[in-house]
């Protein structure tokens, strides 16, 4: 019997006190959590299942184990003589990918399987699949005879491995340890046979003070993946090993200072010497894991802004729903593609462990979401499936989202429509989820069809030169390309196919809001939108012939009026905060001519929008990394704190910047009037949807 430790106590304690024991009781008796239990009676049920028992609740949710007395017994006796195997191959895979990151030349096949206490022949399938995993980070295992296993690669990419391991197969187990070690309930063992208790706390609390002081939450994935990358650069630091090269990145940058000031705490607390290249490697871990509360999401991803919008237009049309006006999709995915791109690009592989089903139950959504990534993004190579079911969540959160009951429908044709058109049915089903029902026709048979309209896609194995119905040519065996093939059709079609489906959106108040808003709540709202719009509006102005030297002097001479018109206070210091954004990263938008400026400082007191024609061009950085010239210099303020309502409303005009050719024309004109009246059409439609629908 394959059984741990803490299993074989589960089901003792359930023997003992049959109906008396809950998931929570047994958690406090074994000083775990809960989630672990109820992971664990998974495995439990498995066990019982060989047995011809199961485990049943009570109407307390007290614990059974319901079966015939005999084989309850012959339960106990095993358990009685079985030894816990508490390494699972899991552990044991940990355990080797740990022992080959040592620094050794090579390593002999017996002295490994010793180390391990396993079989050669366990061993080689374990080296097998270390391969295949470890070839994701451009890492090679290779085994020679005579020489043993050999362990070649960068640094950066083993350190990527190892946490990647740690965070796929083990990210539970250290949640649960970190809670148990803030509770000083933990021992002082190493924890997953890597982790010392006491520098996983002293990073932890450093970790953790910056990020509550900056009002910025990670996900708690996001968080124990710092956490981990963090560790495990402290320990091969002390080991030896140091990093070849590292990212640039600005030391200005938000990112940088606050890995720097992590990275020095830590040196004071943990007597360790962070190189250069480690403070950028972690600030890249930073960057790409940052998940940011929706009211903290910078209203300046103009670029970015305007590919989601492109994106939700792309979904909204193949669904036949419309989610243009959902500020809350828009949001969550502004907040979420930033990070997600950073990632991509720099190779920084994310595992979602929902992909599989989230395929499996919305595989049009699915498909849908692949395309208008695909399309918007086309600098990406590869857009990974991982990130795309993350991308999917957020879709699904703004529908009524139930497992698609989409039919698409399938004619399969060959010479005979038996045999191998059967296998090929088979085939299909099994590879291609989206498809649900596939109908096996033979030449003849569809010959006397009167329409092949119902059938949303033709598959045959022979040319039907007779129909004039799209059809494919595939495969009876379905090769990988027929699936490729077959896949581009269906991606493809999207649209076609969601005709007749209703996909709803959901009516229900927003997660970000109140469930039962109280009348002055929504007040409130209201008054925060009339507010802000009317900022905007009313102190809206275009400058010409400021005639002066540089854009900088612009800015001030910009500010000292909106000072004079006690708009903002400190005119000096607002410029300050602008410089400060401005060094953080370019401001230019691409192929306009314009530059956004802006920041937001308790200076400010409402929305500001204005702009300033400049009588020659000046370069700027763009938002892109290049440089441009700017012609039109664009400023927006915002008080340091937005409500949620303040929030939508300079997000929805920094996005309106370039959403059309038209609005670029508009805004770029330095024409008054114009930029006026499309300001008032832009806070109209938003009243509308908003007011109206809500």
């Excluded at 002295?111 to 080689?124: D, E, F, K, N, P």
Aim: charged share 25%; hydrophobic share 40%.
């Amino acid at each position: 019997m394959f059984i741990t430790s803490r299993e074989k106590a589960i089901i003792e304690l359930i023997i003992k006190t049959s109906g008396k024991h809950t998931a929570f009781s047994i958690g406090t008796f074994l000083n775990v959590s809960v989630r672990t239990i109820q992971r664990d009676l998974k495995a439990v049920e498995k066990i019982l299942e060989q047995y011809h028992l199961r485990l049943e609740r009570n109407t307390n949710d007290g614990l059974i184990i319901e079966g015939k007395n005999e084989q309850i017994f012959r339960l106990v006796q095993q358990l009685t003589s079985s030894q816990p195997v508490d390494q699972t191959p899991q552990e044991r895979k940990l355990l080797l990918l740990l022992t080959l990151l040592k620094d050794v030349e090579s390593f002999k096949i017996q002295a490994l399987a010793m180390h391990l206490g396993v079989s050669i022949s366990t061993l080689t399938t374990y080296l097998d699949e270390l391969t295949e995993w470890l070839g994701n980070f451009d890492l090679q295992l290779t085994r020679k005879r005579g020489v043993g296993v050999e362990f070649h690669g960068n640094e950066e990419n083993k350190r990527k491995a190892l946490a990647s391991y740690f965070l796929l197969y083990f990210s539970e187990e250290l949640i649960e340890s970190l809670f148990l070690l803030e509770k000083e309930k933990a021992s002082q063992d190493k924890i997953l046979h890597y982790f010392n208790p006491d520098y996983l706390l002293e990073i932890d609390r450093t970790v953790n003070d910056p990020f509550i002081y900056r009002h910025s939450q990670l996900a708690d994935s996001d968080y124990i993946g710092l956490i981990v990358q963090i560790y495990i650069t402290i320990q091969r630091l002390q080991a030896g090993f140091y990093l070849e090269t590292g990212g640039e990145y600005e030391k200005a940058s938000e990112e940088y200072l606050l890995m720097e000031k992590i990275c020095n705490r830590l040196e004071n607390t943990l007597s360790v010497r962070f190189t250069d290249a480690d403070r950028s490697f972690l600030t890249a871990i930073l960057k790409g894991s940052k998940l940011q509360a929706v009211e903290t999401v910078s209203y300046d991803s103009i670029l970015l802004g305007q590919m989601i919008k492109n994106m939700i237009q792309y979904v909204s049309t193949q669904l036949h729903v419309d989610l243009t006006k959902d500020f809350s999709l828009f949001q969550g995915l502004l907040s979420h593609m930033e990070p997600s791109i950073f990632r991509i690009k720099q190779k920084m592989r994310l595992f979602n462990p929902l992909t599989d089903e989230i395929k499996r139950k919305y595989p049009v959504l699915f498909l849908t979401v692949k395309n208008s990534v695909e399309k918007e993004f086309k600098d990406i190579d590869h857009f990974p499936e991982d990130e795309i079911a993350f991308i999917v969540l957020h879709f699904g959160s703004a529908l009524v989202m139930r497992e698609e009951e989409m039919n698409i429908q399938a004619l399969v044709v060959c010479p005979t429509g038996i045999g191998t058109s059967k296998m090929l049915a088979s085939r299909i089903k099994k590879e291609i989820a989206e498809i649900d029902s596939v109908e096996i026709k033979s030449i003849k048979e569809i010959q006397r069809l009167e329409s092949l309209n119902k059938f949303d896609i033709i598959l045959s194995t022979v040319r039907l030169p007779f129909i004039r119905s799209e059809y494919i040519l595939v495969n009876p065996l379905l090769s990988d390309d027929d699936i490729k093939v077959i896949r581009s059709f269906l991606q493809k079609n999207i649209g076609n196919f969601t005709k007749d489906k209703k996909y709803q959106i959901k009516t229900e108040p927003k997660v970000s809001r109140k469930t039962q808003p109280t009348l002055k709540g929504m007040l409130q709202e209201l008054k925060d939108m009339e507010q802000g719009i009317e900022w905007i509006i009313q102190h809206f102005r275009v400058y010409r012939n400021l005639r002066l030297n540089g854009y900088e002097e612009t800015i001030i001479e910009m500010l000292r009026i909106a000072e004079r018109e006690s708009l903002i206070s400190n005119a000096n210091d607002v410029m300050e905060t602008l410089k400060d954004r401005e060094r953080k990263g370019g401001l230019g938008i691409p192929g306009t001519g314009m530059a956004l400026f802006h920041c937001r400082s308790e200076n400010v007191h409402g929305l500001i929008f204005q702009i300033a024609h400049l009588d020659k061009p000046f370069f700027v950085k763009g938002m892109d990394g290049n440089e441009m010239l700017m012609k039109n210099l664009l400023l927006m303020l915002a008080p340091e704190n937005l409500s949620a309502r303040e929030q939508e409303i300079i997000s929805l005009l920094s996005t309106s910047l370039i959403e059309t050719n038209e609005s670029i024309m508009i805004f770029s004109s330095a024409n008054e009037a114009a930029i006026r009246s499309k300001l008032e059409s832009i806070f109209l439609e938003y009243l509308q949807t908003n007011i109206v629908k809500e």
